[in-house]
Structure formats: C-alpha cells, structure tokens
C-alpha cells in the first residue's frame, strides 16, 4: 500500500471523510460545501479540491521592494512540515471521491509534489481512470519523473528567482540558522535541464505547461528572459505568466501593480492570485 505525507489541511476544503460521513466542521472556505477555486495560473476560477503535500527542497525568502520579508505562502508545507498526514493512497482517493461532486478538477499541490512522484503516480493513476478528473500539479520545476507525467493533464511550473534565496541578512530577521535546505536553495532552485523536459514532454504529449515567475522586484524581468528563458527552447511564450510576490492582501498590494506592468511590457501574462483576494492568507481555502 503506498502513502503519502500531506500538509496539515490535506485533501482541501471538503465536508465529508473517506466512508462518506459528514465532517462535524465546515471548511476553511466558510462555505458548507466541498470545493474552492484555483486562485492562480491558466486555470484562475477554476472549481477545484486540492491536495497538499508535505515537504520541499527548497526554503523560499522574499524581499518585497519595501524593504520587508515574505517566507514561503505555505511554510507548514516546508519549513515545519513534521506537521503532516501520512495517509494511503486509497484513503486520498476516497477523500476526493466522496468529496468532488459536480467538479473536475483536482490540484496536486506542496510543500513540492514531485518530491513523492511515486506514490503520487499511483493516485493519480485513480483520479484518471475511476473518476476521469483533469489533474494539475504545482511544481518548483527542479525534478522531473515520467512516472506521474503521464496523468497530470497541466504542469503549474513555479522556478524560483534569486530574490528567492535565504541569504544571511532574511536568516538574521527570521531567527534562523542556515542548516539542510536552507544551504542549498540557492544552487537547487534553478535547474534548466529539468525545465527543458518538461518543455518537451508537454510539446510530445500535447500537453499544457506554464510557467509562472513569482515576482517581487522591478529587475526580475532581467532574470527571467536571462537565465531562465533564452536557455530554454520551443517555450511558449503564451505559457509565461507572471504572479505578484505576496501572501496577503497588504503585501499583494505593494507588488500587484508593478508586476501588472512587467507582464505588459513583456508581452507575457499577469497571474492574479484570487483566492487571496477572496478569503485572505489562511490555509485550507
């Protein structure tokens, strides 16, 4: 039987438990039904339920052009994933099923998925034949495996920029010591072969990519066509988007605007972040 480690809220929002019972609690939505939006990304309005897997490779610390820190929007999904779920696949099918109604889609979101692409495989494997879901996963995009591919019908590729690094000054404001992921961010979170395959598996296999830049400071334009585009080939460039650094409101605030105009000038496409805007930073929503 293969397990998967899930962040705290797991299979997300839903209202009833893997037999089919009804939870005694509502969803973090505040709506007394199972489901949500996809809040980011070609599928922005999207109904979906979502599954949130524990752990990642990387520590993302941003910087907004304020001057102020913005962690990771999910760290109980990778600085503090011991507060996770360990459940069997059958179990996280079981959630989805008696929870997916009318809707179509599932994300396979993190913490980074693919760190568990082979248990994952397996789930996903159920999601297609049994239930017939479309199937998104969100990815940092530093690990690539034919495994799981094969059943994700869009990749949500994330890379992260250098504004992203845990340098010395983000540790000292955060209280922490630099130890495990945090050491090796910087030199993991671009990796260009990766990116290429899946470039060319989704040109193979006819299926749908993009890649989105979370984007916090004027020059970051200058990085992504630098060391992320022009190394790349056969991309899209319909499959660029670019999402404002933020998780909350007031930060999304400070970033919104200039992104909304680097995208422009660009040529690439804006990515809002509507679940933000809808029901705040919280988890489960």
């Known amino acids: 039987m293969s397990k998967l480690v899930l962040a705290n809220e797991g299979v997300f929002p839903i ?6 019972q009804p939870l005694k609690d509502c969803p973090a939505t505040g709506m007394s039904f199972s489901g949500t939006i996809q809040g980011e990304g070609k599928l922005a309005g999207v109904p979906s339920l979502f599954v949130r897997l524990a752990s990642c490779n990387l520590r993302c610390m941003w910087a907004l052009p304020n001057g102020s820190l913005c962690r990771c929007d999910t760290p109980y999904a990778s600085f503090e994933a011991e507060q996770d779920l360990q459940l ?12 997916i109604g009318d ?6 979101t993190g913490g980074e998925p693919m760190l568990q692409h082979k248990a994952i495989s397996v789930l996903a494997k159920r999601l297609k034949e049994e239930l017939k879901l479309h199937l998104s996963i969100e990815t940092n995009g530093t690990i690539f495996a034919d495994d799981i591919a094969r059943y994700i019908d869009l990749f949500s590729i994330s890379p992260k920029l250098s504004n992203s690094d845990p340098n010395p000054e983000k540790l000292a404001r955060y209280g922490l010591k630099t130890s ?57 460039p319909t499959d660029i988007m670019l999402m404002p650094l933020g998780a909350t409101k007031d930060e999304l605030a400070v970033t919104s605007k200039m992104v909304l105009e680097m995208a422009i000038q660009n040529g690439w496409r804006y990515a809002p972040r509507l679940h933000i805007d809808l029901f705040g930073p919280g988890a489960g929503v």
Request: glycine share 4%; hydrophobic share 30%.
């Open 15 to 20: 209202t009833k438990d893997q037999n089919g």
């Open 180 to 236: 495990g992921p945090l050491n090796y961010h910087p030199q993991k979170r671009k990796n260009i072969e990766v990116l290429q395959k899946y470039v060319d598996y989704c040109n193979a296999n006819g299926k749908e990519m993009q890649l989105k830049f979370v984007v916090g400071q004027k020059t970051d334009y200058r990085e992504i066509k630098d060391e992320f585009l022009t190394p790349l080939h056969d991309l899209s």
């Open 103 to 108: 809707l179509t889609h599932v994300v396979l």
């Open 88 to 99: 069997d696949t059958d179990v996280v099918f079981n959630l989805v099923k008696n929870n």
